[in-house]
């Protein structure tokens, strides 16, 4: 593949990364420093991308740099489905091709406001938040987790999770059906 149709496979790959995550081009402008007019040129081929241009696209998205630029002889090797699975109106990229056993996925919420409706399930949860915020109701609890943060809970236990309604979250998923932990905890050593 030539330099020049690598090119002119970024301004499709910003756009429809941004309406993905559900973002603005005025928003996607406000985070980046980049004007809306310069933005729109990029996405429709207009304006040639530049690493001046695309280093800030990279860090609004929370992504590396490669992955607006693509690289097809590559791709993200643990991204094994071409198409995200879409469930209860979030997009789903499986990480694991392992049935009955423990599930990993990318999860993409879009934003939106949810009245929760904990419920209960066999298993053992863990979620890591990588951009946005995350709505986490969990028995009594009601919190709310950002990017970086981690929770792990017993499936058991009535829980919800979902945007705050502030923006899209964007955050992983591990799921042991059986109830098994996601960590293996080691004893010290005796001395």
């Not at 990229?93 to 939106?112: I, M, N, S, Y």
């Not at 990017?147 to 899209?168: I, K, L, M, Q, Y």
């Amino acid at each position: 593949m030539s330099d020049d149709d690598v090119l002119a496979g970024v301004g499709p790959r910003l756009r429809r990364m941004r309406k993905e995550r559900e973002v603005t081009l005025a928003a996607l402008s406000e985070a980046t420093g980049i004007s809306v007019s310069t933005l729109s040129r990029l996405e429709s081929g207009l304006r040639r991308p530049s690493l001046e241009l695309l280093l800030p696209i990279a860090r609004a998205h929370q992504v590396p740099l490669d992955e607006l630029v693509g690289n097809p002889a590559v791709g993200d090797p643990r991204v094994r489905a071409t198409e995200p699975i879409e469930r209860y109106g979030r997009k789903h990229w499986p990480l694991t091709r392992q049935p009955g056993g423990l599930q990993a996925f990318k999860v993409l919420e879009p934003q939106r406001s949810c009245t929760p409706e904990p419920r209960t399930h066999e298993g053992y949860e863990w979620l890591y938040v990588l951009s946005g915020r995350l709505r986490l109701v969990l028995g009594d609890h009601d919190v709310v987790l950002t990017a970086g943060e981690a929770a792990e809970f017993d499936t058991r236990v009535p829980h919800w999770f979902g945007s705050t309604g502030e923006g899209p979250v964007e955050f992983l998923s591990l799921f042991g059906p059986q109830g098994e932990r996601m960590h293996v905890r080691a004893r010290p050593r005796q001395a």
